[in-house]
């Protein structure tokens, strides 16, 4: 059977159709249009699908299901977007049954941080283990957790909001209102605030020169670069980077121990100048040292993860 995945994002709506061993066949990307009222959007979404369907000449009933994975806050079980605030009209949208109504075909909708998870676990990082965490450390900390290959997202589907944990009392302000939280400290964002701060308070540092003297230019990249030419102020903040961030996981690793626990985003390009310091913390941390037993990796699929993931909801919910 074919899977068909709709991937939505404040930009673009990404569909593919994905075989059942995780394979894009084909796919194609659209604008979002988040302004216009959301029936027109999600109309959008199921045309796609069509058009998908058409290009790859498949019978329509090779496709088994219609997996969407959403921004903002969703009620899975009735196939509803709650609320999605990047978009203009997203309050108690009946995804599936628009969208129902235009394929013919279930329709199962989930949270697009929960989706990358399910997509990771089963095709990428994961290696279709049963337990896996993602983490994804991007302009937030999202987190996705599966569970005995299910999604998990607590009774009412607003769960495992991982980057919203306090790590530091009374500490930064955090977007979601609380001071403190791990996204506060671990997400793209925070190292650069970071960096940005430490540039302030030293002229010679060399973080002002990696960013071409434009401090409003400075991505994460460019804080590793400095660090890598020795400056003192880049090492630090890096090196705080990476002790909230084991702080972070090993949490995560003694909440869920989770078979693999992997991390995504932009920041992860670091590879191993990343990933080995953050195992020396773990394997000090995690509790009673069991941090052996766990695989720890970066996520593989990339932009992918979210359509294969949203694609494979329909097949773990056959
Ligand atoms: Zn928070």
């Known amino acids: 059977m074919i899977y068909a995945g709709i991937d939505l994002g404040g930009t673009t709506i990404k569909g593919a159709l994905v075989s059942e061993n995780g394979e894009i066949l084909i796919q194609k990307a659209i604008p979002t249009g988040g ?7 999600v109309t959008d979404m199921a045309n796609l699908i069509l058009e998908l369907m058409s290009t790859y000449g498949c019978d329509p009933e090779e496709v088994a299901a219609v997996g969407v994975g959403s921004p903002g806050s969703i009620d899975p079980e009735n196939g509803v977007v709650v609320e999605a605030n990047n978009f203009a009209d997203f309050r108690n949208v009946p995804v599936r049954e628009i969208m129902y109504g235009i394929l013919d075909k279930p329709i199962y909708v989930d949270n697009d941080a929960n989706v990358a998870a399910l997509g990771e676990s089963m095709f990428g990082a994961g290696e279709g283990q049963k337990n896996c965490v993602l983490c994804t450390l991007g302009t937030g900390l999202g987190g996705g957790v599966v569970i005995d290959g299910k999604i998990f997202s607590g ?14 009392a009374d500490g930064e302000q955090c977007t979601c209102g609380r001071k403190g939280c791990w996204e506060a400290y671990s997400s793209a964002t925070a190292i650069i605030r970071e960096a940005r701060t430490a540039a302030e308070a030293d002229p010679e ?3 002002h020169e990696v ?9 994460a990249k460019m804080v590793f670069d400095a660090a890598d030419m020795g400056d003192a102020s880049a090492i630090r903040v890096k090196d705080d ?33 990343l990933l080995s310091p ?16 766990i ?10 993860a979210g359509v294969i993931g949203a694609a494979m909801l329909g097949k773990i919910n056959e």
Do not use: W
Request: glycine letters at 14%; charged letters at 20%; proline letters at 2%.
């Open 205 to 207: 540092s060399k973080i």
């Open 35 to 41: 302004e216009r009222p959301h029936v027109e959007v």
């Open 241 to 273: 980077y990476i002790k909230y961030l084991g702080l972070g996981l090993t949490n995560m690793i003694n909440i869920f121990q989770p078979e693999v626990m992997m991390i995504g985003g932009g920041v992860c390009a670091q590879g191993e100048k």
């Open 155 to 168: 009774a009412y589907h607003g769960g495992t909001e991982l980057g919203h944990t306090v790590i530091v």
């Open 211 to 219: 960013c071409g003297g434009d401090l409003s230019k400075l991505n």
């Open 295 to 304: 695989k720890f990796r970066t996520a593989t699929l990339g932009n992918d």
């Open 278 to 293: 953050l195992r020396k913390i773990l394997e000090r941390e995690v509790f009673a040292g069991q941090f052996y037993k």
